[in-house]
């Protein structure tokens, strides 16, 4: 077993972390790490942080942004808006690939990092530009910014007939996030890869204490469900 990645939390909120495959779903008060474990192979994996959050002790309830189907332990993905670290373990050529993307949207300001950086495509990437305060009004969500794709759907903006290419509502992410995804076939840009089995990987929410006024500051919650 890997243990992919560091997760934590610097957000002056909770954040109620998730994880498909692998993991499923912590609360991550300020300064909480959760360690989640994937084997080699594991593919179309994502880790996103849900906000304001209320389950109850049997691990029920439901977020504000990035709701998994209503309970702590995810098993399935989360509904748009959120920000996503999304990666693949030891795929073709031995190489890890590994992103983060706005595709789904943005809700907190995230990094994705190898903890043994070695150059080329492998090194720390970010998402911490003030998009929820920035948002077009046409894609602003309480809690987040949704991506285009979820607000209008169809081929301009979610490539579901084919090759597409940006678009000036794309553009807002892209410009301000140029690391991630901001539309389905950004590829060229916003995928990175590390050699297989020579690193781990730390995901932080709110990196150095990034925030906005335009995130939530207080997140009502009733769980016994704590970080280690």
């Keep these: 077993m890997l243990p992919l990645s560091r997760s934590e939390t610097t957000c002056p909120y909770t954040v109620w972390a998730a994880s498909t495959p692998i993991g499923g779903g912590r609360r991550l008060d300020r300064g909480q790490t959760w360690v989640i474990n994937a084997p ?5 994996a994502r880790i996103w942080g849900r906000t304001n959050c209320n389950f109850d002790g049997a691990g029920r309830g439901s977020c504000q942004t990035g709701d998994c189907g209503g309970v702590l332990q995810c098993t399935g993905w989360g509904k748009p808006p959120n920000t996503l670290a999304e990666y693949a373990l030891n795929q073709f050529s031995n190489l890890d690939f590994w992103d983060i993307s706005l595709v789904d949207g943005f809700n907190i300001p995230m990094t ?3 903890t043994n950086p070695s150059g080329g495509k492998c090194h720390s990437i970010q998402c911490t530009a003030n998009i929820n305060g920035e948002c077009p009004a046409a894609l602003r969500v309480p809690g987040g910014c949704n991506n285009p794709c979820t607000t209008f759907g169809g081929q301009q903006y979610c490539c579901t007939q084919g090759p597409c290419g940006p678009t000036e509502l794309s553009k807002f992410f892209k410009q301000r996030c140029p690391d991630a995804y901001s539309y389905p076939q950004d590829d060229p840009t916003s995928t990175f890869t590390c050699p297989s089995d020579s690193t781990n990987y730390r995901v932080v929410f709110c990196p ?4 906005s006024p335009n995130f939530p500051l207080e997140m009502p919650s009733s769980t016994d469900e704590e970080a280690k």
Excluded: K, Q
């Design 40 to 44: 080699r192979g594991t593919s179309m």
């Design 112 to 114: 994705f990092a190898p």
């Design 208 to 211: 150095n204490g990034v925030t």
